[in-house]
């Protein structure tokens, strides 16, 4: 009986027994199934991933200008290769990476661990170093990012740093559309966590190329526009220069020149200074440039009639016990006028019959003081302060291009809203993204207009400016066959609040062929040292870009001398 | 005493030869025969198939390599006819550099413009002196 008793107990007891690993089981393979075959998986198999390659950056004329080429770099790692076989992996490595076997050796030698011994090499050398099957060898495939142009375009374009991320420019700006995203691959490894063999290879997850770039910028015309920067920078001692080329009706820039530049391909050539894009990141006083948006105000505001005289005071004008110069003795004038002689007096009394909640509108409307929003991540906003900052001089100075800094991108934008019947267009790069097969992935349309000032204001500023290339400040800008609208302005540089003598910015800024211009440009000349005056410096510059870009894009003359 | 052990002998038996081995034996080769024949039957296109794809691998590897070197030419291509590279090399190409002086133009009226051109003087009629003295 007591056996029997006891063989029950040690029946139950093994039957319970039994459950508990039953349930274990049960809990271990179905309930927790993913948790331990996912921590089986990472014992047991390594991911990595493989970057797929770069998108382009191509030009309206289809000139690649930022591009990348598949190479390979080998390694070693002495601690991996016997010994004995030392000198064998060197003669046969040697032809392979281009350096001396002895060479070689010194570097297995030097090196405790993982290192590189050749970087940048053909594709074909992956073949030849898997033949040789020696461990602790082999190779890893990167990329070389190409500049085909130079130094043409460089800042728009930047660069990317030795991990192939983007640094400057578009590189930067659109780093996650260039570059795409990488494929992920799981591979068995051993219990030394190394990959013996890449047999078992899986997909984990595939990756997308890298898209391209279309953008707007013409190869051809940007050279123009550099060339021409070049010899003014040559001609005048210069500190730098900068340009904007841009189609009114779009707002697309066809050029965004800066002097100095630099090569992306080779930044050690370059100093930082030259690495700045002075088109967007420069904010400057724009000086005369300036007075069309006051007339613009004035007549958006009805306080002044076009057609009026203006009176510019014979020479001057006081406003509160400053008194401001005049460039000559001017009496009455038409506000044509006003704009042609660049008359301080005349556009001071103009804006001071504006009232400033009025003023700062327009302003603001033609974009002052806030970025363009063009594609480059180095873009400043300028420097303008509303009229809960201004003094009782602060309009007077406006008047004059004073107390506010624009870019040279932010004085095209505004140029191109009076060109453009009133309708401001933002600046812009991109015109579409492409795949590897060329096909458009993402078109950029161009956003609808902001109206900044009526259609009939902007037909009459547009007028008036042609005023100052026929007989005014700006006859160095003439084009041969165009008509051609625009304004000299000269300012001073200011440091440290107060204007420094001799250091000048030259502008001009202007649109042709009136009466539908077809481009906007801006040049901006900094501190001109032989000549300063925009009228000796940047109108001639304007003229000889407009004359060159005009003939090699076709344009219809609107007026000519007939043989 | 020695107790030994009981042996049985079975000599008298003769064991007679048994001819069906022939037929077992044809009857082995057939099947593995048929085995063979069924082996190869599936195997075959499996083995086509694998075969096919080391082309296609092998084809896909050489695509790859000439569209690296397609790629490599088209950049250096783009570095020898780049517009800073042609600009540079002006003279040796025998070219000279466009601008609005060197350009005619015809407009949509098909008048053909020369910018900078002086008009000819005989475009203008003179005058006769008679009426000119009225």
Redesign the interface.
């Known amino acids: 009986m007591m056996n029997a008793a006891r063989l029950r107990w040690v029946g139950w007891a093994l039957a319970a027994w039994a459950c508990v690993v039953a349930l274990r089981l049960v809990q271990v393979q179905v309930v927790q199934h993913r948790t331990w075959e996912a921590g089986s998986a990472r014992q047991r198999e390594h991911p990595f991933e493989v970057e797929e390659p770069r998108g382009d950056i191509v030009s309206r004329d289809g000139r690649i200008l930022a591009g990348s080429l598949e190479r390979v770099a080998v390694y070693a790692n002495p601690r991996k290769i016997p010994h004995d076989s030392w000198s064998s992996v060197a003669t046969s490595l040697s032809p392979l990476v281009g350096l001396p076997a002895s060479t070689i050796m010194r570097q297995l030698r030097d090196h405790d661990g993982f290192f590189y011994l050749a970087k940048d090499l053909d594709p074909e050398i992956r073949d030849a170093v898997a033949k040789l099957q020696q461990r602790g060898v082999g190779t890893i495939r990167n990329e070389r990012r190409v500049y085909p142009h130079g130094s043409l375009a460089g800042p728009v374009v930047g660069f990317i740093n030795a991990e192939g991320d983007g640094q400057a420019g578009l590189e930067a700006f659109y780093d996650r559309t260039l570059r795409g995203l990488p494929s992920v691959y799981r591979v068995l490894q051993d219990g030394k966590k190394t990959t013996p063999t890449f047999i078992d290879l899986r997909l984990e997850s595939e990756g997308r190329p890298g898209q391209s770039l279309a953008i707007a910028l013409d190869c051809r015309v940007q050279e123009i526009v550099e060339q021409e920067l070049e010899r003014t920078v040559t001609e005048t001692g210069a500190k730098g220069a900068s340009a904007v080329v841009l189609d009114p009706s779009t707002g697309e820039l066809l050029a965004l020149a800066s002097v100095p530049s630099y090569d992306p391909g080779h930044l050690a050539q370059s100093g930082p200074q030259d690495r700045h894009d002075r088109g967007v990141e420069d904010a400057l006083e724009p000086g005369s440039t300036f007075k069309p948006f006051i007339v613009a105000a004035a007549i958006s505001a009805g306080v002044l009639d076009p057609s009026e005289m203006v009176d510019c005071s014979g020479g001057g004008v006081m406003i509160a016990n400053v008194f401001f110069h005049d460039h000559a003795r001017y009496g009455l004038l038409p506000v044509r006028e006003v704009l042609a002689k660049s008359s301080n007096a005349g556009a001071i009394r103009i804006a001071y019959r504006v009232g400033p909640g009025q003023l700062d509108d327009v302003i603001r409307r033609f974009g002052f003081g806030q970025p363009t929003g063009v594609e480059l991540p180095a873009e400043t906003r300028g420097i303008y302060r509303g009229p809960q900052s201004w003094s009782a001089l602060s309009r007077a100075g406006l008047a004059l291009g004073q107390e506010i800094s624009v870019t040279p991108l932010q004085l095209a934008q505004a140029y191109a809203a009076i060109a453009n019947g009133g309708l401001l267009m933002h600046p812009r790069l991109v015109r579409e993204t492409r795949d590897r097969s060329g096909a458009v992935v993402t078109p950029y349309k161009p956003q609808p207009g902001v109206r900044v000032i009526p259609a009939d204001v902007a037909a009459r500023l547009a007028t008036m400016l042609e005023g100052v290339v026929e007989e005014g400040t700006g006859k160095a800008a003439e084009v041969p066959g165009f008509t051609v609208a625009g304004k000299t302005g000269t300012a001073q540089r200011a440091f440290s609040g107060s204007y420094t003598a001799g250091r000048h910015v030259a502008w001009f800024a202007g649109f042709l062929p009136m009466p539908s211009p077809d481009l906007v440009i801006v040049v901006c000349v900094d501190e001109p040292v032989r000549q300063y005056w925009a009228a000796d410096v940047a109108a001639p510059v304007f003229g000889r870009i407009a004359a060159r870009t005009a003939i090699l894009l076709g344009l219809e003359p609107t007026s000519g001398v007939r043989v | 005493m020695k107790v030994g052990g009981y042996r049985p002998r079975n000599s008298w038996l003769r064991r007679q030869l048994d001819t069906r081995w022939r037929a077992w034996l044809i009857l082995c080769f057939a099947g593995a025969a048929v085995v063979s024949v069924l082996m190869t039957a599936f195997i075959a296109p499996r083995q086509s198939t694998v075969r096919m794809r080391y082309e296609i691998a092998e084809l896909q590897r050489a695509i790859d390599?000439l569209e690296?070197e397609q790629?490599?030419l088209?950049?250096d291509r783009?570095?020898l006819t780049?517009?800073?590279?042609l600009?540079a090399e002006l003279d040796s190409l025998g070219l000279a550099p466009?601008?609005?002086?060197r350009?005619?133009?015809l407009?949509?009226g098909g008048?053909?413009?020369?910018?900078?051109?002086?008009?000819?003087p005989t475009?203008t009629p003179r005058r006769p002196r008679r009426s000119a003295r009225r």
């Open positions: 390599r690296g790629r490599r088209l950049l783009e570095v780049s517009p800073p590279a600009a466009l601008d609005g002086t350009v005619a133009h407009t949509p008048d053909l413009v020369t910018p900078g051109a002086k008009p000819t475009a």
